[in-house]
């Protein structure tokens, strides 16, 4: 094992990858006085001054073949007899002059310029010739001494080491290591198991295939490494608990992401309709094309040709026509449309061939009544193409609002962008000939009301509410939620009214409620009990808080009430259903009964706590302070009444506290106390 597990990781990936032995990846470190080992050092320990290619490594290995002249043995003069008599027509000699031992050896190139055959022929400089011959007799003067030597073939692999020049490598098979956090220093640990941890987080590797086409590599390339380099910038925040999702907008990397990905489908579709999911295939091509159209029998052979696309072309369009969008995304449905245009485009293409046109051109000029199923497939298709580039644009006229919807964390955002997205749903509507249709158009609608659930429920989540927030936050939070998903209906209303009172008549929307405003009028119910019983959770802590302390003097009472206030918190973390799903509706309800319950006890107990502390005040003008901000705040929790009713009580210590000052007055007016060192006090009353 190498002494830094880094270089063993990256050792032990390439050798399993590309099929070698580890000593060939040692061989590749150590050669060219170590440049290759510097430039993976760079690899690992880099940082953001270096040069962007040095994010990428690549290895690549090459296969050759050594062909040599290798000493086999020595030959004394009484077996040279009866070698040389063996083949002694195809016999080479050799003379040198030199030291020979067993690791000595001739190249072809050399042997052909300067060996001989026995019978004084001249050497045919070709390899093939050589092999054949296959031995080797040199008479060396040196020694006087004669050796056999045996043409002998190595296999050699040298693995090769580049973080540039990568269009060298398109015809070669070849594997990547990614660095996916380039600010992450690879430090060196102190197990190989945990150097796997840490490179297996921080780098992406895979390999290329020899004579992948480059459009093929592309696509894995932006499927398989930039989707995880390129993780949403509020993910990678929210991991670390440093955002609320609440209030992040979209950023340039999730626009980038998403532009990426789009790019990625783009380049699939480019590919297959390049490659053609199918081909109108023509058997025996030089027959059909180059038969004689006054043959019957030729004649027959293109109908029937046409009779077997017709039926290929029948099964591709319906096969086409049975797709539906799969993913309940919005941007999916747009997706859909593009990607269907570039099908039947394809299949159009396949149509348009040389080839077909010839062929359609023979029975055209005969009115072959085989041509009628093949124009009327062709119509259709033109047709379903039309249908979906029309469709295709109108959804790209709200793709920036979709977008929107899907990326943005700020709800307010989203509220802000509804009136822009209902406008241009209406416009889709009116101008569509497609989406004009209920049946058409309200999938697409629930789609995009889908979408607000879905990004509601990610974000309004119990758990998360309670650790990631203050208790303010959560109920803004749910607060901005609740509105959002009132929102979508008010701006469907708004709309509606539009297309009614529109002096052109258009078709109004008479959707159902059920399918649009199901889900999010249920959830905005639950985001309404939510924020009651987190401003419920915060009064209990505005109430027992430092100063009801300082006023009451009973501290372990006032921490004994906060610590049910603490447990009715931890309440929330027992719930384990999905309270966004009108199902568990019952579930829910008898969570809230709960905590309704639980917290009528904690109020009982706390009225009583109030009660008898205010009855039994230490200062009049620290309560009457403190009743003065709870004044000034907004609720309409019982205790805040209740605390409001203690200003008798308040009254009453004010009462005690000034009689007691005047009977203390009463008590020493006469002969008041001194202090020592202290002058005469005199009484005036003015």
């Keep these: 094992m190498l002494d830094d597990f880094r270089l063993e990781w990256l050792c ?54 050594r062909d040599v002249w290798q ?81 002998k073939s190595f296999h050699q692999i040298h693995l090769y080491c580049e973080y540039y020049h990568y269009y060298n490598l398109i015809k070669k098979t070849f594997i990547y290591f990614i660095r996916t956090d380039i600010k992450q220093y690879l430090i060196q640990s102190s197990t190989f198991d945990e150097m796997n941890l840490i490179m297996n987080e921080n780098i992406i590797y895979g390999i290329i295939p020899e004579e992948q086409p480059p459009l093929v590599s592309l696509v894995e390339i932006l499927s398989f490494i930039y989707n995880h380099i390129l993780p949403s910038i509020n993910e990678q925040s929210l991991k670390n608990g440093l955002i609320s999702p609440s209030i992040e907008e979209p950023s340039q990397r999730d626009q980038l992401h998403l532009g990426l990905n789009r790019f990625r489908l783009h380049i699939k579709s480019t590919l297959r309709q390049m490659q053609g999911e199918f081909n109108l295939t023509i058997p025996n091509k030089n027959f059909l094309i180059n038969g004689d159209e006054t043959d019957e029998e030729y004649i027959e052979n293109l109908e029937y040709l046409v009779y077997n696309w017709e039926r290929i072309l029948h099964e591709e369009m319906n096969n086409e026509l049975n797709k539906r969008v799969l993913n309940s995304s919005p941007l999916a449905e747009l997706e859909f449309w593009h990607e269907r245009s570039i099908r039947i485009t394809s299949i159009l293409e396949q149509m348009k061939k040389d080839d077909v046109m010839k062929i359609i ?20 298709l033109q047709s379903y193409l039309l249908e979906a580039t029309d469709n295709y644009k109108f959804l790209l006229t709200i793709e920036r609002h979709l977008k929107t919807l899907q990326m943005t964390k700020s709800f307010q955002t989203i509220i802000n962008m509804l009136p822009n997205l209902m406008q241009g749903l209406k416009t889709i509507w009116t101008m569509s000939k497609y989406y004009n249709k209920d049946e058409r158009f309200v999938p697409l609608m629930e789609k995009i009301a889908n979408e607000i659930v879905n990004r509601v429920r990610q974000t309004i989540d119990i758990k998360i509410l309670l650790s990631s927030y203050t208790l303010n936050e959560a109920k803004n939070l749910c607060y901005q939620a609740k509105q959002l998903l009132l929102q979508w209906k008010i701006e469907y209303q708004n709309t509606r009214n539009k297309l009614e009172n529109d002096k052109r008549r258009f078709l109004t929307w008479n959707f159902e409620h059920r399918i649009l405003f199901d889900k999010t009028d249920y959830m905005s119910q639950i985001c309404d009990d939510l924020i009651q019983m987190l401003s419920n959770l915060n009064e209990f802590y505005d109430i027992f808080g430092l100063e009801m302390k300082i006023v009451t003097g009973d501290e372990q009472m006032v921490d004994r009430v906060l610590e049910h206030v603490s447990n009715l918190k931890n309440n929330f973390l027992s719930c384990h259903f999905d309270i966004f799903n009108r199902e568990n509706s019952q579930q829910w309800y008898e969570f809230i009964e709960e905590f309704k319950y639980r917290s009528s006890i904690i109020e009982q107990e706390a009225k009583i706590f109030i009660h008898t502390s205010f009855t039994q005040l230490r200062s009049s003008e620290t309560a009457f302070d403190m009743l003065i901000r709870f004044q000034k705040i907004d609720t309409t929790h019982v205790l805040a009444y209740e605390m409001i009713q203690q200003f008798t009580a308040i009254l009453l210590q004010y009462c005690k506290e000034i009689d007691g000052i005047y009977d203390l007055f009463i008590k020493y007016k006469d002969n008041p106390p001194i202090f020592k060192d202290k002058g005469n006090l005199f009484h005036s009353q003015s």
Excluded: W
């Design 12 to 65: 032990r990936r390439t050798c399993q990858m590309l099929n070698i032995d580890r000593s060939i990846f040692i061989d590749m470190l150590e050669r060219n006085n170590g440049f290759n080992e510097d430039l993976i050092d760079k690899f690992l320990t880099m940082n953001t001054d270096l040069h962007e290619r040095s994010y990428a490594l690549i290895f690549h290995r090459e296969d050759s073949k």
């Design 71 to 151: 000493m086999i043995e020595t030959i004394d003069e009484e077996e040279l007899d009866d070698f040389v008599d063996d083949e002694i027509d195809q016999q080479l000699i050799l003379n040198v002059n030199e030291p020979i031992n067993i690791e000595t050896e001739y190249s072809i190139d050399y042997v052909i310029n300067h060996a001989r055959l026995l019978s004084g022929d001249t050497i045919d400089s070709s390899y093939e010739y050589l092999k054949n011959i296959q031995r080797l007799l040199v008479i060396n003067q040196y020694d006087n001494k004669n050796y056999y030597f045996e043409l």
């Design 361 to 380: 051109h023979i029975l055209k000029g005969i009115d072959s009544p085989s041509l009628s199923g093949f124009n009327n497939i062709k119509l259709q």
